[in-house]
């Protein structure tokens, strides 16, 4: 269920949903739009390496604008800090962003419960086109939750994209574990883990296999007695 204007209008009351700055003509039907910031990025280095903490150059707008090129990823952030504590926050581009063949996210798309941040925008564009700071960018949609909450996003030790910012931020991909890249990577061990999932594979078929003859001679039994 999406939120409609009257009802992000309550939340925010509630102080469930947090907008900042707040501006009553961006509240639309059933969303609220955001824009973009001064700041963006891009990649120091043209090839990416996903276990690998690959940094980030920033540069300001100018007043006149900043060409997109096509084959250029940029990291954008939006003007808007937002909280959401109790809805699914999601954001999407705009028809008119889109039509100006501007992608405002390539995956990212949904925030979390709990989510307390600017936005970071993964652009990327289909001809050049110029793009200003402040200029609408996307939309914020908000979705009811069915059940309870156990682990807010905020609240979560390992969230990589806690930290309060102004500033696009860059892939934290690298802060995760790669657990098929650990068993190749680490010697020694790596035969230790095979091992040990070998044992309890065999140990899986051989318990399935007895737990299928055990449920068979029952049935033979209860046929013939």
């Known amino acids: 269920m999406i939120l409609s204007d009257s ?63 096509p084959h250029v990823f940029y990291l954008g952030v939006t003007e808007e800090y937002t909280e959401t504590h109790a809805h699914v926050p999601f954001l999407e581009g705009k028809s008119s ?14 925030g979390d419960v709990g989510f307390c941040n600017t936005w970071t925008l993964e652009i990327s564009v289909s001809q050049p086109v110029i793009v200003y700071a402040g200029m609408p960018i996307g939309q914020l949609i ?19 994209y806690n930290k309060r910012t102004d500033l696009p931020v860059e892939s934290m991909m690298w802060k995760n574990v790669f657990w098929f890249g650990l068993i190749k ?10 091992t040990l999932l070998l044992i309890s594979r065999k140990f899986f078929t051989t318990l399935s296999t007895y737990t299928d003859l055990f449920f068979e001679n029952k049935v033979d039994n209860t046929i013939y007695t």
């Open 7 to 69: 009802r992000i209008l309550q939340e925010i009351e509630k102080g469930t949903i947090l907008i900042r700055p707040y501006r009553p003509e961006c509240l639309g039907s059933n969303s609220y739009d955001v824009h973009l910031g001064k700041t963006l990025a891009t990649y120091v280095d043209a090839e990416l390496d996903a276990k690998k903490h690959n940094t980030i150059e920033y540069f300001e707008i100018p007043d006149e604008g900043y060409v997109l090129l």
């Open 97 to 110: 962003t889109g039509r100006l063949g501007i992608d405002i996210h390539a995956t990212a798309g949904k």
């Open 142 to 160: 908000y979705f009811k939750v069915n059940g309870d909450i156990e682990n807010y996003y905020n609240r979560k030790t390992n969230a990589k």
């Open 185 to 194: 990577t680490q010697g020694k061990k790596h035969i230790i883990v095979n």
